[in-house]
């Protein structure tokens, strides 16, 4: 039992390896690479209450960017897993809730320095091999973001249960931060191994149990994150993974008494069911749930006639075409004024153009492929559709190719329809749209941009203007929940951009904040009296 408050390390943004040819790190990290790629086919279980299950059902992992080749399978379950994991969960409830608060902050702190170590290279060959990540996207997600993840949260944790009311003479007013009465399903992307970890990680940190639903095409790295747990002593039944069907699960899950809580990061579309599914069951739950989303994004960048022509450019180019666009937070269309449209297009295209696209192994390339044929095939279906249109033209890119890997060139369109459907639908891919408006129409164009998207997630203004920035800041204030100046819109960094949008890119609960971390606990207010009275007598009865 506790017997005092603890001073936890420091929290400090774990540095990010530059990987230069030739580098140790280098080296190390290409031969890890190898060495998982032409290994035998492995079997990834299930997790379920500390136990590998494996079925009769197996699922073929392969690499985007080479498809034919066989990394190995997963183990596919169904409704039954869904309820034996709940049970372990629910099993190991009380005493994980019950454990010292510092105990649970020794197990994730253990977590961040064994990924920082012995886990790095593995963590991050895993997310280069099936997710078809370069050297550095990996490094700053499955390694930085989830070292950062594990020790912020530690930090803000500690934050959390300082924050104490205050007390009159004679009594003694306490709060107390209870994990949640029941279980929390997580259910995670494929696009960020970090997310992935954290979406289970941050409610077990509070002392919630869970199960975790990982993307089917995530399993891979999503075996390395359940080892790396167990290393670091994540107690059995804690967190468990099933691979199961989402609708099947959903049936158990969301029908369930002890169901408190979705942690969630993928589409608006799924997330709104989810919802709704909630809802229709929300007398049968014990308590109210938690539901905590981040969903979808059609991020933007708006340049200001003032703005620097090259830093325009390469925000568009880093910030739309880094992972393939495959962020949510990846920009995907931007405005333009007519002043600054031919220098900004020339270095663009020029950019664009000098991308080497293949294998991570290679790590002078900077595009790899996306995650999978259907990804591939809704992508290639934009470009096809812009092809076909006259009030828009690609300037760069437009060809794509699924014989070998799901490749996909990084395509750039310029468009004179401010809402042209690209400019308007996610895409989830290699493909910018740019609208180029007239430098006299800047105020209105704000406008527009705040107006053309169901989303809320990222976006950036860029210029020397500072009356300019201050009236995109006012204008575009509901439109992003990251706002960048100067600046791509993406690149989050924990512990200094807490991350998360409103409207449809989800509930805004701020991904390495504590403001997250509040949502997975319960409070108690606890009032003690000293001296209670022993008459009812007020003195205004006389």
């Known amino acids: ?47 379920i209450g500390g136990k590998e299950v494996r079925t009769d059902s197996k699922m073929k992992m392969s690499p985007p960017h080479d498809h034919a080749k066989v990394l190995g399978h997963f183990n596919y379950g169904d409704a039954k897993h869904v309820e034996q994991a709940i049970d372990a969960a629910m099993a190991a409830r009380e ?43 990996a490094e700053i997600d499955a390694a930085c973001e989830l070292i950062d993840f594990f020790r912020f949260n530690v930090q803000y944790m500690t934050q959390i249960y300082r924050e104490q009311p205050e007390s ?34 941050a409610p077990a940190m509070m002392g919630n149990v869970v199960v975790w639903k990982p993307a089917e095409s995530q399993m891979y ?20 993974m099933i691979a199961v069907d989402g609708p099947v699960a959903g049936d158990v899950v969301f029908k369930h008494k002890d169901f408190a809580g979705l942690h969630f990061t993928g589409s608006t579309g799924v997330f709104r069911h989810l919802w709704k599914e909630i809802g229709a069951n929300i007398a049968n739950y014990r308590s109210y749930p938690r539901i905590v989303g ?10 200001h006639p003032s703005a620097n022509a090259a830093q325009v450019a390469t925000a568009i180019s880093r910030g739309a075409f880094e992972f ?54 809704k992508i290639a279906g934009y470009i096809d559709y812009i092809k076909e249109q006259s009030d828009a033209e690609i300037l760069v890119g437009g060809n794509y190719d699924k014989s070998v890997g799901y490749f996909i060139e990084p ?27 007239p430098d006299n129409e800047y105020e209105q164009t704000l406008d527009l941009v705040d107006s053309t998207s169901e989303y809320a997630l990222t976006g950036s203004i860029i210029s020397n203007d500072r009356y300019a920035i201050n009236l995109a800041m006012n204008k575009l204030r509901n439109c992003a929940g990251n706002f960048y100046v100067n600046d791509k819109p993406t690149g989050a960094v924990v512990g200094q951009q807490p991350f998360g949008g409103a409207r449809g890119s989800g509930t805004n609960d701020k991904a390495g904040a504590p403001m ?26 006389g």
Not at 170 to 189: C, K
Not at 411 to 437: Q, S, W
Not at 520 to 541: C, G, M, Q
Request: aromatic share 12%; proline share 7%.
């Open 1 to 47: 039992m506790s017997n005092a408050i603890f001073q936890v390390p420091i929290a400090v943004n774990e540095p990010v390896r530059a990987y230069s040819p030739g580098s140790a790190d280098h080296k190390n990290l290409i031969e890890q690479y190898k060495k998982m790629l032409n290994q035998d086919p492995i079997d990834v279980p299930m997790y």
């Open 95 to 137: 005493e994980w809730a019950n454990l010292p608060w510092e105990q649970r902050a020794s197990v994730f702190l253990r977590a961040a320095d064994l990924l920082a170590g012995p886990f790095r290279d593995k963590m991050n060959a895993a997310t280069m091999l099936a997710q078809s990540k370069n050297v550095f996207q």
């Open 168 to 201: 009159l003479p004679g009594m003694w007013n306490r709060l107390e931060y209870r994990a949640l009465e029941g279980f929390v399903f997580a259910i995670t992307p494929f696009n960020f191994t970090s997310i992935c970890a954290n979406l289970c990680a």
């Open 221 to 240: 790295s999503a075996q390395v994150i359940m080892e790396l747990f167990k290393e670091a002593g994540v107690p059995d039944g804690v967190i468990n």
């Open 294 to 303: 981040e969903t979808g994004g059609k991020d933007f960048i708006v340049s």
């Open 324 to 377: 393939q666009g495959q962020k949510c937070s990846a920009a995907s269309r931007a405005y333009i004024p007519e002043s600054l449209w031919p220098e900004v297009k020339d270095i663009v295209v020029k950019q664009v153009s000098s991308f080497k696209m293949g294998s991570p192994e290679d790590t002078s390339n900077f595009i790899n492929a996306v995650i999978d044929e259907r990804a591939f095939d």
């Open 411 to 437: 395509t750039v369109v310029h468009t004179k329809n401010a809402k042209f459907r690209t400019m308007c639908e996610e895409i989830f891919g290699p493909v910018m749209t740019i609208y180029v408006y």
């Open 516 to 541: 997250n971390l509040l949502r997975w606990v319960s409070a108690r207010t606890i009032k003690e009296t000293f001296n209670p009275p022993s008459d009812y007598h007020y003195p205004f009865l």
